[in-house]
């Protein structure tokens, strides 16, 4: 039996292509439905107009052979869960139209009031890990709320998930993206670290010749000492339940850094803003985040910018 409530999650929705990532995209996203109470909208786009408008080409017979198809796709999943965890679960099939199937899926969330994302991207193996599926890739930078990124790896959420990993870098973002790890680390009892790393720098170093060459720039120790209990700071200035917490400094590259860490430390979940303290535009997503994103050992929680930070168990979705 789940125990409800936590994060301020009522709707939750999953964009399905029937492959078999979007099975295991979809196995996270019935997971945390059933934790939260939400309801659970799993989003099949069907390849009509460039311009989303929900169903207008499709013919009865075919809106019912795909809606068909997606309860069976479901149902795999469905049939391991108690009669008592079906019956609580509020889960709605849905079709829309879309010549391109990410700006179908971020309408719809707009339409829909969603309040978080579940979707699949491709593994890390060979070419692959270089790139980040375009469709994921679009929707975290217009999603009109969190998004959280399964990979083709990831290991089944039924299984015990422990340990949250949320990286910051002081900006306001960072702490709006905490707030959200506290919220899901309480959700699943695990233990949380807020990590932090100092980022270092090439730097050009000219001879006499006049022929540059480069030298790493290394982070003061002071700095990365005092960083730790900024970090504890942070953490007591951000809203969110008490749960088991430990601070994490590190120096080098952010992204090289966060990825290491959460495979060292076994991380279940990376929750992170889509931007920090550089800041970028909205509609792009921050060049750290989508590094981490793409070669992650685990799914990763994306916080937009414009995302709210969670409220209490009472609060309602926008």
Not at 160 to 181: G, M
Request: hydrophobic share 45%; charged share 25%; net charge negative.
């Amino acid at each position: 039996m789940f125990v409800r409530a936590m994060l301020p999650i009522h709707r939750i929705l999953h964009p399905t292509d029937f492959s078999d990532l979007a099975d295991e995209a979809f196995a996270y996203a019935l997971d945390l439905a059933l934790r939260t109470g939400a309801a659970l909208h799993v989003l099949h786009i069907v390849d009509g107009r460039e311009d989303y408008d929900a169903r207008t080409h499709l013919t009865s017979v075919d809106e019912e052979a795909l809606l068909i198809r997606l309860r069976e796709r479901a149902n795999a999943r469905l049939s391991a869960l108690s009669s008592e965890a079906r019956a609580g679960l509020d889960l709605v099939y849905d079709l829309a139209e879309g010549r391109h199937a990410a700006p179908a899926i971020v309408e719809h969330a707009h339409r829909r009031q969603m309040d978080l994302i579940v979707l699949g991207t491709h593994g890390r193996r060979g070419l692959r890990h270089l790139l980040l599926g375009s469709v994921a890739e679009e929707v975290l930078r217009r999603a009109p709320c969190p998004a959280l990124v399964v990979h083709g790896q990831d290991v089944d959420p039924s299984a015990s998930i422990d340990h949250v990993v949320a990286p910051v870098d002081f900006s306001e973002h960072a702490s709006v993206a905490l707030a959200h790890a506290k919220h899901l680390a309480a959700l699943y009892e695990a233990r949380l670290t807020v990590l932090y790393v100092a980022e270092e720098h090439m730097v050009p170093f000219f001879s006499d010749t006049g022929i540059p060459t480069f030298t790493l720039m290394k982070i003061d120790p002071d700095i990365v000492a005092k960083a730790g209990e900024a970090l504890l700071q942070l953490d007591e200035r951000t809203e969110g339940p008490e749960v088991p917490t430990s601070y994490e400094v590190r120096s080098g590259q952010p992204p090289t850094e966060v990825i290491d860490f959460a495979r060292e430390a076994e991380a279940d979940f990376i929750v992170m803003a889509t931007r920090g303290l550089a800041g970028v535009q909205r509609g792009m997503i921050g060049s750290v985040t989508e590094r981490v994103v793409r070669a992650a050992p685990c799914p990763v929680w994306t916080v937009h910018p414009v995302a709210e930070e969670p409220a209490g168990d009472d609060g309602e979705a926008d």
